[in-house]
């Protein structure tokens, strides 16, 4: 399977940044879309942000745009996401998700995507 590795986490204080990384592990065949999801405790899954093979075309949930930047390095197998002026609210464990290869994507839907990271950690306190 493709694995994806996340890596940035950390505890911040109110109004600081992140930046957040995934890079997928192998060989890849194809360059596919990523999104990144996040989960508080006793919350369900939330889509955050999501990116196009191409870079051309992203998408965010209303709460966070304007602050959070997906952006991807196809020559690393690298996808980003920088966080600015964080909130506590934004407090969650944070994974990052593809499609497998040849199938639709559906941007914001979690339940779509095929392959999935350990998830990082990012804290904000108030």
């Known amino acids: 399977q493709v694995q994806l590795v996340e890596s940035g986490g950390g505890l911040v204080q109110a109004g600081g940044s992140l930046r957040l990384s995934c890079t997928a592990s192998g060989r890849t065949f194809s360059i596919l879309p990523m999104g990144w999801f996040r989960q508080a405790p006793g919350k369900e899954r939330e889509f955050v942000a999501a990116?196009?093979?191409?870079?051309?075309?992203?998408y965010y949930e209303d709460s966070v745009k304007g602050r959070f930047t997906i952006s991807r390095d196809n020559a690393k197998n690298t996808v980003y996401l920088q966080m600015n002026a964080l909130k506590p609210e934004d407090t969650a464990v944070y994974s990052c998700?593809?499609?497998?290869?040849?199938?639709?994507?559906?941007?914001?839907?979690?339940?779509?995507?095929?392959?999935w990271g350990q998830g990082t950690q990012v804290t904000v306190s108030s």
């Open positions: 998700a593809t499609v497998s290869g040849g199938r639709a994507w559906y941007p914001t839907l979690g339940n779509k995507y095929d392959y």
């Open positions: 990116i196009s093979r191409s870079g051309g075309s992203t």
